[in-house]
């Protein structure tokens, strides 16, 4: 129901801004403030949605059958990626939870790595790898990458979010670190990682596209997104269909964490989760 | 055999800091089988610590306890007492019944023996319709009660508790006070029970020792010796004589009982 106000409102500003925006964009002491609201920047909407019924080249295939297959490649890409990077973070939180010397020794590092361009870093992971890996599996290292921080950050909060009085209670019972880590903290993360998953999933969209564009890696909607901005010129909305298709993958991944996280939510308090 | 013996025990923490704090000084106690001991004193006086002590949560800088005739550290790995906290601190994530039956769960209990004396604890305690709801579905005083089913779910020869009734109003307060007397006559247990409510360490308990802070030494040994304790006692004139004594007691003056 929101959701579809939501493309409703979408719709309403795209294609309003279109009756009313000039056509060159509005300029402001020589920079362009506003869009350039022509058909060859913003095409209509129902352009758009044309082109996917249409073959992609003469006599081709038509453009929403190889963009949902760009989309079931890359979905794979992320899949991979978001599960090492997910039990990566995961690892990283109960290392930094246990020790606080790793913790005080990793951390840092662990949010100085999200610094570093992903455009910089994939060809350099494309080229380690590159002789070891199918170029898939470097692209998945490259969403991986991307998607461990959110749920080390997260997870680590969540697995020292217990008051002292629980982690008392199982000293009390005689239970030891791995049985308290389970009893306990692992339960009491819950709400920490599911807003952590979301966001890695969303990570590891990002990564897995951008990873494909810089990586070279044909088949997926990031080498699609590129080949079809290249023709953007004589047919601007093409380029449009592969980004919603991305849009599209997003909201899969979205939609699989949420799939977990109603039944092992249910009775949960939800709680603020800031991920820096 | 006492229940607990703690013998000249000393706790400093933060030793050899500049931000040294000596919590408890030469500390002797001793706690009878059966017997109810309260731990009352102003805020600061190491009450809780001792507490802690007890339990093996913390270990002491110097001298022993003694629980259950074992030394702290094994009476807690053999679960020889249960423990209940001010703050209830129930697993959210666990229906009621599984939260008693957590302690079990971890002695490795099977699943239908936790399942059945899970049940009978929150009978004990007056929440039996209650097994399958969540604890945020609960008011605080049921919390409250969970938690000291959990804590008696062990059925530990003591049960050791830090001003449970501490954040409740007074009605469910005085309510879970004569329901905690009946389940410790019925199953015999030793209690060692932190407070800072005079009326409260007198109506409970068959001994109120007194604490003073800075350093935290016991300073004196009340014994309350009260025919009944029913909503009557709390009327009666031998109540308030107990009452005006530890409130002596707390103040320096030497008891006069």
New interface residues.
């Given amino acids: 129901m929101f959701v579809l106000a939501g493309v409703a409102v979408f719709v309403l500003l795209w294609e309003g801004y279109k009756i009313v925006g000039s056509q060159d964009g509005t300029v402001l002491f020589g920079v362009r403030v506003l869009p350039r609201a022509d058909d060859l920047s913003m095409p209509h909407l129902w352009t758009v949605l044309q082109r996917l019924g249409r073959p992609e080249l003469t006599g081709g295939r038509p453009v929403w059958i190889v963009v949902l297959q760009a989309c079931a490649f890359t979905f794979g890409i992320t899949a991979v990626g978001f599960l090492i990077g997910a039990f990566v973070g995961l690892l990283l939180a109960v290392a930094m939870q246990q020790f606080r010397l790793v913790e005080r020794g990793l951390l840092p590092y662990v949010i100085l790595s999200q610094t570093v361009p992903l455009v910089a870093l994939a060809p350099l992971v494309a080229g380690w790898g590159g002789t070891i890996m199918p170029p898939w599996a470097t692209v998945a290292v490259i969403a991986a990458y991307l998607a461990f921080f959110p749920v080390a950050v997260g997870m680590l909060r969540g697995l020292q979010s217990p008051?002292t009085?629980?982690v008392?209670?199982m000293?009390?019972?005689?239970?030891g670190w791995w049985?308290t880590l389970v009893?306990?903290r692992f339960?009491?993360s819950?709400p920490y990682l599911f807003p952590a998953l979301r966001l890695a999933g969303a990570a590891a969209v990002v990564g897995a596209v951008v990873g494909e564009i810089s990586t070279g890696t044909r088949g997926g909607i990031g080498r699609l997104i590129i080949e079809y901005s290249r023709e953007a010129t004589s047919d601007p909305a093409k380029v449009y269909t592969a980004m919603l298709g991305a849009a599209l993958l997003g909201l899969v991944v979205a939609g699989a964490v949420s799939l977990l996280e109603v039944p092992l939510m249910r009775?949960?308090?939800h709680v603020e989760v800031v991920t820096l | 055999m006492s229940a607990v013996v703690v013998d000249k025990v000393t706790k400093v923490f933060n030793q050899g800091r500049s931000d040294e704090v000596t919590a408890l000084s030469e500390v002797e106690l001793t706690v009878g089988d059966g017997e109810f001991v309260s731990l009352i004193g102003p805020s600061g006086c190491g009450k809780s610590t001792l507490l802690r002590l007890i339990a093996d949560l913390i270990e002491p800088t110097a001298g022993t306890v003694t629980v259950a005739g074992k030394n702290a550290g094994q009476a807690r790995r053999d679960q020889d007492y249960g423990i209940a906290f001010q703050q209830a601190g129930l697993f959210e994530w666990r229906t009621v019944r599984r939260n008693v039956e957590l302690p079990l769960e971890l002695r490795g209990m099977g699943k239908t023996d936790r399942k059945t004396r899970a049940e009978e604890m929150l009978e004990l305690v007056g929440l039996a319709e209650f097994a399958g709801h969540y604890p945020a579905q609960l008011s605080g005083g049921m919390q409250q009660r969970v938690a000291i089913a959990r804590a008696l779910a062990v059925q530990p020869p003591l049960l050791l508790m830090d001003e449970p009734f501490g954040a409740l109003d007074e009605m469910t307060r005085e309510r879970l006070q004569t329901e905690l007397l009946g389940i410790c006559a019925k199953t015999g247990t030793s209690t060692v029970f932190v407070t800072h409510s005079i009326s409260e360490a007198v109506f409970l308990s068959n001994r109120v020792v007194v604490m003073s802070a800075r350093p935290g030494r016991i300073t004196a040994s009340v014994a309350v010796d009260l025919p009944a304790r029913d909503e009557a006692a709390r009327q009666s004139e031998k109540y308030f004589e107990h009452v005006t004594a530890v409130r002596q007691a707390l103040r320096g003056v030497p008891a006069s009982l």
């Fill in positions: 008051a009085s629980g008392e209670l000293r009390s019972y005689a239970a049985r009893k306990l339960p009491a819950l009775h949960r308090r």
